[in-house]
C-alpha cells in the first residue's frame, strides 16, 4: 500500500489522539428527499471532531440511516462516546493500521459512528503530514463528475425534476423507483423521452422489487430502448441469491448497494458475481480504512465501483470525494449530498460545483470550519 510508505517520508513519528468531542449538525435540504424507503425533510447528523497533541483537528460526521445501517442519533452518540473513544484515546495516530484497527473492533456493526471517528482521523493524519487525503490514499485522479438523484414521486414530478436537474449541469440522473413496481416502467420511459439520450440514466429500486419483478422491469426497459447504465439493489438487501438470479438473466449491469457493507460481503459479491458493480459507501464499510479494502480487491477482480453517500453534508461528501480521487477502480459517483442541502458550502476540501468535484490542494480532507454545529462539551 504505497500510502503507507509516503508517511515514512514525513518527519512526523508520534502524533497522540487527545480528544473526541461528538455535536449536532441540522441543515435544510432543498427538497424533501424520498426513496422507496423513507422520507427525509432535514439533514440532522452527527460532527466528530478529533485533536491531536499538536493542536490540529480532524472533522467527520454520520447520518442516522436507520432503515439502511441501523443507525440513530443517540445510538452514534453513544457508540462514539462510550466505546469507540475509549478504545483509541491515546494512541498514536501515525500508527493509523493500529488506529484503525482498534476502532474498527471497538464493537460490533454500528458503521456509522465508526465511519465518522474513521474521516476525522484520516483528516487529521493527512493534516498533520501537510497533505490532501486523496493523494495519500492513491492520488489517481483530480475531479469528477457527480450524479444527481430524483427522488420517487408522481411521474410528472420526477420528469420535472430531471429536466431541472439537467438544466443544472447534471448529465448523469439517478433514478429512485421501486415503490409501485407497475409504474416504474412507466416512471423511467417519460425521464428517458423527457431528458433526450444524452444523459446518462441510473435507476435504485432500494430494495423494492422481487427477482421476478426486477427480470421482468429490466428487461422491460431493455426492450423499450431505454439505455440505463445500471439498476441499484432491485432486491432485498439479504437476497444474494436473487441478486446473483437477476444479474445472470439481464444485460443491464447491476450494482450491489445495500447487499454490501463489508469487505467480506463484497468479497463474497464478486466471488458468486452476484452484481456487476459494488456500491461503497463509507457509512456501510464504517469509513475510509475499510473501503480501501474493497477497492483493492475489487482492483484485483476488475469489478467497478460506485462512491455513494447517505443524506450527508458536505464533511462525509467531502471525505468520500477523496476516497474516489484516490482510488481508480472507483469510476462512478454519488456524491449529491452537498448539492441536496438548501444552505451554503462550508470553505475549504474538493469544490462542489454542480455535477463536477474538483480536489483542492487543502491539506487532509480539507473543510475548515464546521458551520452550525453544537458541539457537546
Ligand atoms: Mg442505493
Redesign the pocket.
Known sequence: QPFRRISCMWEVFFLRITDIQVGRLSLPLAHPFKTALRTVERLEDVVVRVVGENGLVGYGEAPPTAVITGDTIPSILCAIEEYIKPAIAGMDLMDLDAVMERLDGSMVHNTSPKAAVDMALYDLWGRTLGKPLYQLLGGAKTAFETDLTISVNPVEEMVRDALEARGRGFSILKIKVGKDPALDVERIAAIRKAVGPAVKLRV?A?QGWTAAESVSIIKAMEDKGLNIELV??PVAARDFEGLKAVTAQVDTPILA?EAVFSPADALHIIETHAADYL?IKLMKTGGIHNALKICEAAEKNGVKCLI?CMLESQIAVAAAAHLCAGQGIITMADLDGPSLCASPLMPGGPVFDGAMITMSGDPGIGIEAVEGAQWQC
Open positions: 435504485d432500494n441499484e439493489q448497494d456500491n455513494g
